[in-house]
């Protein structure tokens, strides 16, 4: 298998059917069409030949456009002998219906990070499937009984999102890192147990951290080098870091971004209160993985 490619972020479309109180992104009605998807992957390959492609569906909700997802993973061109490619997508589950699960079981390969669990019986029951265990302000609490919860249906694939680009009290910061501890007794107990539980975020590293890199495609085809664009606090960078689009490929301008400061820029648009809190929560996120690793539960 040749070296993984750095990842596709394709924005299939910037709606979604919720609308969560501490939602990052800016959501608009634009939808991906599928020539653009297609000459996104095009440029893709071409800039990284032999290399694993890994393609990210993002959204608003990437199951809004699931048969423009489908369409791309069953089309994806393969010449003879090219690394298989490895696709994921997040998703708030609302939209997961029988379709959806039969794409699942027939494509393996196509990793789906569910937030809600509306049929847990079937999607347990996928090796695909990692829940996303989110946690909002005033939430974290709750969070170990929701992991409980979780574990008991059966689910041994998950990923901890704790709400960022939010406010978050010195008092809701300690019960995080609280449930954190909780959570983490909670799978060392499953590994005593000779159960294997996966944990997404201690094989997640991210050079910038809070956000993915790598080529990102917003829904109308315009590029760039971060999915912070995609956010509220930051669409206003959009200009500043847009590369160029796959309608032209010929003129997009790759070194764009490159070697760009990120934390003040995070701080003059988030405001001191909200970055500091935000890198808080990321650091209980980082100590709690790192936790997992001495506690021998991989990623
Ligand atoms: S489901 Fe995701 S994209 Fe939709 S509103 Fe909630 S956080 Fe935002």
């Known amino acids: ?9 394709l924005t299939l479309t910037r709606a979604c059917n919720l609308r969560c109180g501490f939602c990052p992104l800016s959501l608009g009605k ?5 020539g653009t998807a297609a000459k996104a992957i095009a440029l893709y390959l071409q800039r990284h030949p032999g ?46 219906d029988r379709e959806v699960l039969s794409f699942l079981a027939e494509h393996p390969g196509v990793e789906a990070a569910v937030s809600r669990v509306r049929d847990a019986r079937a999607l347990a029951g996928l090796p695909n499937v990692v829940v996303t265990v989110c946690v909002a302000p005033g939430r ?18 998950l990923n901890f999102l704790p709400a960022f680009f939010v406010p978050w009290s010195a008092e809701q910061l300690g019960g995080l890192r609280r449930s954190f501890r909780l959570a983490a007794a909670l799978l060392r107990r499953c590994r005593d147990r000779g159960r294997v539980v996966r944990v997404r975020n201690v094989a997640t ?20 080098p971060s999915n912070a664009v995609l956010c509220g606090p930051f669409a206003h960078l959009r200009d500043r870091l847009r590369m160029g689009s796959v309608l032209e490929p010929a003129r997009i301008d790759w070194g764009r971004g490159r070697g760009l400061r990120w934390d003040p820029i995070f701080r003059r648009a988030l405001g001191n209160q909200v970055y500091d809190a935000t890198r808080r929560v990321d650091d209980a996120l980082t100590e709690f993985a790192a936790e997992l690793v001495r506690g021998g539960i991989g990623g």
Do not use: K
């Not at 298998?1 to 990842?7: C, K």
């Not at 569906?57 to 069953?74: D, K, M, Q, T």
């Open 1 to 9: 298998m040749g070296r993984d490619a750095p990842p596709l972020i």
């Open 30 to 34: 634009t939808t991906m069409r599928q």
């Open 51 to 96: 290399r694993t492609p890994r393609i990210r569906f993002f959204g608003g909700e990437p199951l809004l456009r699931f048969r423009l997802l489908r369409r791309i993973v069953e089309g994806f061109p393969r010449p003879a002998g090219s690394p298989e490619p490895a696709f994921s997508f997040p998703t708030n589950g609302t939209l997961v």
């Open 140 to 157: 974290e609490a709750g969070m170990p009984g929701h992991l409980a919860g979780l574990l008991a249906a059966g689910f041994d694939r």
């Open 205 to 224: 590293a991210n050079p910038v951290p809070l956000f993915n890199h790598g080529m990102v495609v917003d829904s109308d085809g315009d590029v760039f």
